[in-house]
C-alpha cells in the first residue's frame, strides 16, 4: 500500500506473482449479478449517446457559423483533407479557424520531430512550415541551437546521427488545440502536446522518457496556406504518472520503427 504524494489518496497495489490479479480470487453470485448489471448499464449510456451524436442536425439550435468544434468531439468540417506537402508536412490546410488548428497541430508534430536534429533535414521542413520572411532567421537560430554539444548531451554523435546499436526517439503527439485569436488571415494556436525524447537500446545511458508541454504558435494565411511566424513552448500541463511498468529497450526500440505517426485534421 501506498499514499499519493500530495492527495492525501491512498492506492493499494495489488499482490504480485501469477500475472492473473484474479487468478485466486472467490466470486460469489451476488457481486458477478452487480457487475453484469454495471456493465449493461455502461452498454446502454453508450449506445444513447452514439445515436444522440448522430443525430440529423437540421434543426440545431447551436451558434451559425461555428468552426471549431468542442473539445470533447472532432467534427466533420465539410472541408477537404489536408494533402501531402514538401519534406512530408501535410499541407493545403482549410482558410479558416479549423485549418489554423489542424496546421498548429501537424507544425507541432514537426518541430518535435528527430528530423529535426539533421540539418540536412531540418531545413526542409523549416522551409515548409514558416512564412518566407522568417525562414533565414529560424534557420539560424535552430542551427545555434542544435550545437554538436547539444547532440552530445541527447546521446546522438557530435553531428547529428545516431550511434551504432541504438534508436534515436524524437516524437511529439498533439493532445488538443485552442485558438486564443483569430482574424480572416492570422491565427494564434496554442497546442497541448506530450513528447517522447531519448535513445533506445541496451547500452543507452539516455532511456526515452515522456514529457508535456504547450506549444504556441502566431500562423499567417501565406501563398494558399498557414504558415508560422513566431512559435514558443512552456512546460506543462502534466498529468499524475501512472504505474504502468516502463518497456524494456527492445520494445521501445521495436515500437519506434513499428509504428507510425498521424496526419491531424479538425
Given at each position: 500500500?501506498s499514499?499519493?504524494?500530495?492527495?492525501?489518496?491512498?492506492?493499494?497495489?495489488?499482490?504480485?506473482?501469477?500475472?492473473?490479479?484474479?487468478?485466486?480470487?472467490?466470486?460469489?453470485?451476488?457481486?458477478?449479478?452487480?457487475?453484469?448489471?454495471?456493465?449493461?448499464?455502461?452498454?446502454?449510456?453508450?449506445?444513447?449517446?452514439?445515436?444522440?451524436?448522430?443525430?440529423?442536425?437540421?434543426?440545431?439550435?447551436?451558434?451559425?457559423?461555428?468552426d471549431?468544434?468542442?473539445?470533447?468531439?472532432?467534427?466533420?468540417?465539410?472541408?477537404?483533407?489536408?494533402?501531402?506537402?514538401?519534406?512530408?508536412?501535410?499541407?493545403?490546410?482549410?482558410?479558416?479557424?479549423?485549418?489554423?488548428?489542424?496546421?498548429?497541430?501537424?507544425?507541432?508534430?514537426?518541430l518535435?520531430?528527430?528530423?529535426?536534429?539533421?540539418?540536412?533535414?531540418?531545413?526542409?521542413?523549416?522551409?515548409?512550415?514558416?512564412?518566407?520572411?522568417?525562414?533565414?532567421d529560424?534557420?539560424?537560430?535552430?542551427?545555434?541551437?542544435?550545437?554538436?554539444?547539444?547532440?552530445?548531451?541527447?546521446?546522438?554523435?557530435?553531428d547529428?546521427?545516431?550511434?551504432?546499436?541504438?534508436?534515436?526517439?524524437?516524437?511529439?503527439?498533439?493532445?488538443?488545440?485552442?485558438?486564443?485569436?483569430?482574424?480572416?488571415?492570422?491565427?494564434?494556436?496554442?497546442?497541448?502536446?506530450?513528447?517522447l525524447?531519448?535513445?533506445?537500446?541496451?547500452?543507452?545511458?539516455?532511456?526515452?522518457?515522456?514529457?508535456?508541454?504547450?506549444?504556441?504558435m502566431?500562423?499567417?494565411?501565406?501563398?494558399?496556406?498557414?504558415?508560422?511566424?513566431?512559435?514558443?513552448?512552456k512546460?506543462?500541463?502534466?498529468?499524475?504518472?501512472?504505474?504502468?511498468?516502463?518497456?524494456?529497450?527492445?520494445?521501445?526500440?521495436?515500437?519506434?520503427?513499428?509504428?507510425?505517426?498521424?496526419?491531424?485534421?479538425?
Open positions: 500500500m499514499l499519493g504524494d500530495d492527495t492525501g489518496r491512498t492506492r493499494t497495489r495489488l499482490p504480485e506473482g501469477s500475472g492473473d490479479p484474479y487468478g485466486g480470487a472467490r466470486r460469489n453470485g451476488r457481486s458477478s449479478s452487480r457487475s453484469l448489471v454495471t456493465v449493461v448499464g455502461v452498454v446502454v449510456l453508450l449506445i444513447a449517446a452514439i445515436a444522440f451524436a448522430n443525430r440529423g442536425d437540421g434543426d440545431s439550435d447551436g451558434e451559425e457559423g461555428a471549431s468544434p468542442k473539445a470533447a468531439a472532432t467534427a466533420p468540417s465539410g472541408e477537404k483533407p489536408v494533402s501531402a506537402g514538401a519534406a512530408g508536412i501535410p499541407a493545403g490546410f482549410a482558410h479558416d479557424r479549423q485549418g489554423a488548428e489542424s496546421a498548429a497541430a501537424n507544425y507541432a508534430v514537426a518535435g520531430s528527430a528530423e529535426m536534429f539533421n540539418k540536412a533535414q531540418r531545413d526542409p521542413i523549416l522551409q515548409s512550415i514558416i512564412v518566407p520572411a522568417r525562414v533565414a529560424f534557420e539560424a537560430r535552430l542551427d545555434q541551437a542544435y550545437t554538436p554539444e547539444f547532440n552530445k548531451n541527447v546521446g546522438l554523435k557530435e547529428g546521427t545516431t550511434p551504432q546499436g541504438l534508436t534515436f526517439v524524437s516524437r511529439t503527439t498533439p493532445i488538443g488545440t485552442k485558438v486564443i485569436e483569430s482574424s480572416s488571415d492570422t491565427a494564434t494556436v496554442e497546442v497541448w502536446c506530450s513528447g525524447l531519448g535513445l533506445a537500446g541496451e547500452s543507452s545511458t539516455n532511456p526515452v522518457t515522456n514529457s508535456w508541454f504547450t506549444i504556441s502566431q500562423l499567417e494565411w501565406t501563398d494558399g496556406d498557414w504558415k508560422i511566424v513566431t512559435h514558443s513552448q512546460d506543462g500541463p502534466t498529468p499524475v504518472p501512472g504505474d504502468e511498468r516502463a518497456s524494456n529497450a527492445d520494445e521501445m526500440a521495436k515500437a519506434v520503427q513499428e509504428y507510425g505517426g498521424f496526419t491531424y485534421a479538425r
